[in-house]
């Protein structure tokens, strides 16, 4: 293994706004070998998130943000190439944290089996990962949605939103997406089943709330925050339930964030 080259991208600053390349270092390193409870894999996908970009900051968050000068974390799908645990053989594929790389040496509690012949790999970084997680237990538990009622989802051409809207319509609920241009609302109409889609770069939010939710909203499912879930506020029925899933508006604030106003 020693032969090999771990091509890798480390933070580098603590970016100011939208990331840039400077942020990030460029490195190599030889690869190292698995010790006990370890496997080397490598890395065949990885899955880029909103949510880095919150790792990337300093200061208290539900994890540890990355370190300077630390391999940029990122969740992946790797393939064992050496194994020093009894649990893993060469060849198994996985699931787990890799880091924006291409090899990385894992603990084996880290792990959780993927299997290519139930569904292709990325998938398990899209609807069958924590993607899929969130929309879904999002959804139901916090948002509870009942057949017939109103659900505003936003970002919802995105990884969550698009698949949280799919399942709320499964739940015979109408569905209501909001997403950027013209060609994002026609793939959550005609190809995802949304009953309709607001273009929040081109039309008039509240209006279009308006009209496609005029008994008011029951459940919003808010990735975005900031001003469109101001919007939604001023319109949600009595007893609705509102999922934070994220607030992706504020990830490059500068001047702090944005919370509702009304
Ligand atoms: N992926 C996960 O596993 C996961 C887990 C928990 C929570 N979350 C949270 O869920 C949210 C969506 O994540 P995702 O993985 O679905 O992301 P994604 O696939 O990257 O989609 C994000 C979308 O958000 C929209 N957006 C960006 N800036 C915006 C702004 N200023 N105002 C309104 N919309 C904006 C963009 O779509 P438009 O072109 O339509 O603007 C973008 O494509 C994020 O807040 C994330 O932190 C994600």
């Known amino acids: 293994m020693r032969s090999l080259e771990n091509r890798q ?3 580098k600053s603590r970016p100011v706004g939208m990331v840039k390349r400077s942020d990030f270092e460029f490195t190599t390193e030889p690869v190292g070998e698995p010790g006990p409870g370890e496997v080397l ?3 065949l996908y990885l899955s880029l998130d909103p949510a880095m970009r919150g790792w990337m900051n300093e200061g208290r968050s539900y994890i540890a943000p990355v370190a300077l000068g630390e391999v940029m974390r990122a969740g992946g799908i790797g393939r064992v190439m050496a194994s020093n645990d009894p649990s893993f053989a060469v060849g198994d594929l996985v699931n ?5 790389q291409d090899y990385v040496i894992a603990n084996v509690k880290s792990l959780t ?3 290519e012949k139930l569904a292709p790999l990325p998938r398990y970084l899209g609807a069958l990962g924590i ?8 959804l139901l538990d916090v948002g509870q949605p009942r057949p017939g009622e109103s659900v505003v989802v936003s970002g919802a051409a995105g990884a969550v939103g698009a698949i949280a809207g799919q399942i709320a319509k499964l739940q015979g609920c109408r569905v209501v997406g909001i997403a950027g241009g ?5 793939y959550l109409v005609e190809e995802l089943g949304f009953d309709a889609a607001i273009d929040y770069k081109n039309e008039d939010v509240r209006a279009a709330l308006k009209e496609h939710c005029p008994t008011g909203i029951n ?3 808010d990735n975005v925050g900031g001003e469109i879930l101001d919007m939604v506020l001023a319109q949600l029925a009595r007893k609705a339930r509102i999922v934070i899933c994220g607030a992706i508006s504020q990830y490059n604030s500068t001047e702090g964030v944005q919370g509702p106003k009304n």
């Open 41 to 43: 894999l490598r890395v």
């Open 9 to 11: 991208f480390r933070l």
């Open 131 to 138: 993607t899929g997680f969130s929309a879904y237990f999002g």
């Open 96 to 100: 787990t944290m890799t880091g924006v």
């Open 182 to 186: 013209p060609e994002k609302c026609r």
């Open 219 to 221: 459940v919003y499912f």
């Open 113 to 115: 089996r993927v299997d």
